[in-house]
């Protein structure tokens, strides 16, 4: 299997790391789903001990595969969307973050585009040869966003016994 490169851009949200627990609560992934995508290496989160904790754009994959896979994308198809998205996704972070923007991921697994125009998705659809899914990358953002931190707990070494005792010491 090939394994994805990570991302190289900045965290979507302010919270550095988030636990299995909150992920799946957000995207709706079972917690077995999750541990077979890190098996596999779908998506592959930090490890503390036990514990699977994952970055903002971990949590974005997460959601975007998720909605790929209900629509019945096999895994082969969406590594080779995951790769475009952790190409593009950097370039356009200013955009998908925008309250205001609407960026859609159209793809049939083969071909895939990051689109923020409305006239641009109609043509490619009026184009496709086979079905095209949209998954609309903004909403995902926003979502993950407005959910996860009101539901995070503190993760590892962001308690605050670890924080106090480190203010302490300075």
């Known amino acids: 299997m090939?394994?994805?490169?990570?991302?190289?851009?900045?965290?979507l949200l302010p919270s550095p790391s988030f636990s299995s627990t909150d992920v799946s609560g957000v995207t709706g992934v079972s917690l077995r789903q999750l541990q077979w995508w890190d098996?596999?290496?779908?998506?592959?989160?930090?490890?503390e001990g036990h514990r699977r904790l994952y970055l903002a754009e971990e949590v974005l994959e997460i959601s975007v595969i998720a909605e790929l896979r209900r629509k019945g994308f096999s895994l082969q198809k969406i590594r080779r969307v995951l790769r475009f998205l952790q190409k593009e996704v950097g370039k356009r972070?200013?955009?998908?973050?925008?309250?205001r923007s609407e960026l859609n991921l159209v793809t049939d697994?083969?071909?895939?585009?990051?689109?923020?125009?409305?006239?641009r998705i109609i043509d490619i659809l009026k184009s496709a040869r086979q079905p095209?899914?949209?998954v609309c990358v903004s909403d995902q953002v926003r979502r993950i966003t407005a959910a996860l931190p009101?539901?995070?707990k503190p993760v590892g070494r962001e308690s605050g016994?670890?924080?106090a005792k480190k203010v302490r010491s300075v």
Do not use: C, W
């Open 2 to 11: 090939v394994k994805t490169k990570k991302a190289k851009y900045d965290l």
């Open 39 to 47: 098996e596999k290496k779908v998506v592959s989160p930090r490890q």
């Open 93 to 99: 972070l200013g955009e998908i973050l925008d309250p």
């Open 109 to 119: 697994g083969k071909n895939i585009y990051l689109e923020d125009s409305h006239q």
């Open 132 to 134: 095209m899914f949209l």
């Open 150 to 152: 009101a539901t995070r």
């Open 161 to 163: 016994v670890v924080a």
